[in-house]
């Protein structure tokens, strides 16, 4: 039976349109539209409920050494309050989850992980922890809100105390608070724009979200659903768990290399993908320059005058859709490195349709500072 967030009720009344994702009953989109909503998140604001995500303490004297072996990240020269991505990856090399984990003190990590992950990522982590550690599923004590945009950091200076809001992208504040509710402020995001994600006690959610959304409606805060956070983290070539990566893709493949630190004495995967060598395949952005939208598991192909149809194979998309603030379709693929170059002209088996493509640089959209 899927399961619900704190925020559902508030979803419902809304005219959020209630879909299911990673086990859990969430808004597509509101009434506004995903196109709206978007355009809001990159003009003005907009507020996720982010609730389904995953949270698991790592504490104890030996928390750094478990952190350093179960993931491909160093969080050896963690400052508190500091924030690190990182995947997690199985014995193969492939990728278990790719998750957040922030630094609360010496022997106290915090961890976000992907909602329909969240039982696998933390069996995963029991399963291979070692000395004096303790791993705890904490998921169901937390609230989790993205607020994103670029007035989203006017709106929470109205409620929250400057020394209590983080300064720099990547950090948190464990003790700060929102509109008197005690919350987690962290300086991240899923957009590829400015803004916060804020943890709050399950119970302080609706209070929370509709303080927010009150607090910013002048500034054209709305709420935004799935939708627009997929559309969103694809303009920004943002990878997402079970489209760019899986069991069977290394992050080195997906083009993850500063979160794995091959440097580091051990950590799981790291021989595998030592004796793999140079990754064969490569994460790409494409641009459709055909008529159609790409969309994820596709076909992409070379042209190739030895072939018998005269063109080869070479990869699959990971992912695709229709970017409203960019204003055209673009999508990521997985292809083998030596078409990988930007400018390859490519094409992408649309249902039977054949859909020209060219590389192109990712990001595909990046904030100005």
Known sequence: MELKTPLYDAHVKAGGKIVEFGGYLLPVQYETGVIKEHMAVRTQAGLF?????????????????????????DFTNMVDGQARYSPMCNEHGGTVDDLIVYKKSDEHYFIVVNAANKDKDYQWMLRHQFGKVTFKDVSSEYAQLALQGPKAMEILRRLAPEDKIPTKYYHAVFDGEVGGIPCIISKTGYTGEDGVELYASADQAEKLWDLLLETGRDDGLIPCGLGARDTLRME????????????????????????????KDDFIGKSAMEEAGAPKIKRVGLKVTGRGIIREDQTVYAEDASAPDGRKEIGHTTSGTHCPFLGEPV????????????????????????VEVEIVPLPFYTRAK
């Open 49 to 73: 409920d982010v609730s389904h995500m995953g949270e698991v303490l790592c504490e104890g004297k030996d928390a750094l050494a478990n952190l350093n072996q179960i993931l491909t990240n």
């Open 236 to 263: 920004a070539a943002m990878p997402l768990y079970g489209h760019e990566m899986n069991d069977d893709v290394t992050p080195l493949e997906t083009g993850l290399n500063f979160a794995v630190k091959m440097k």
């Open 331 to 354: 999508g990521m693929a997985l292809i083998d490195k030596e078409y990988a170059e930007v400018g390859t002209k490519l094409i992408v088996d649309v249902r039977g349709r054949m």
